[in-house]
């Protein structure tokens, strides 16, 4: 990915940029997935169509996504508002078989909280 602060390279699982010294995936001048330079405001990068919203899940705000989550994320529904419609699927059925799928969504509030939750609508867990 791109820094979203400057636009320089940062590698995967990389925690700061080394160039400007902000937490990867803060800023929002760039784009973090093509690192072109995005118009402040704007909701997608216009290069590659990327969503460049603070928080990286797309309209929706983390607040959002976090109360979504901890109340109905064991029937995936916070995934599903992400896109990720494998993942919620999994949660759903996990939910009636054990009650795991709530586990699950426990594990994803907390991620959601501490900015490490990362949107994969081709992810399954
Ligand atoms: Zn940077
Ligand atoms: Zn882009």
Redesign the pocket.
């Known amino acids: 990915m791109f820094c979203k602060n400057c636009g320089q390279m940062i590698n995967d699982g990389q925690q700061v940029c080394l160039n400007c010294g902000v937490k990867a995936g803060s800023g929002s001048a760039f784009?973090a997935?093509?690192?072109?330079q995005?118009t402040p405001g704007a909701d997608v990068?216009t290069?590659?169509?990327?969503s460049?919203k603070a928080g990286g899940f797309g309209k929706y705000d983390k607040m959002t996504i976090a109360l979504i989550c901890f109340f109905l994320g064991g029937l995936g529904i916070h995934n599903f508002m992400l896109g990720e419609n494998k993942k919620g699927i999994v949660r759903i059925v996990a939910s009636l078989c054990f009650g795991l799928g709530y586990i699950l969504a426990l594990i994803d509030f907390v991620k959601i909280l501490t900015d490490n939750y990362t949107v994969d609508p081709n992810g399954i867990i």
């Open positions: 784009c997935n093509c690192g072109n995005v990068c290069k590659c169509g990327a460049v």
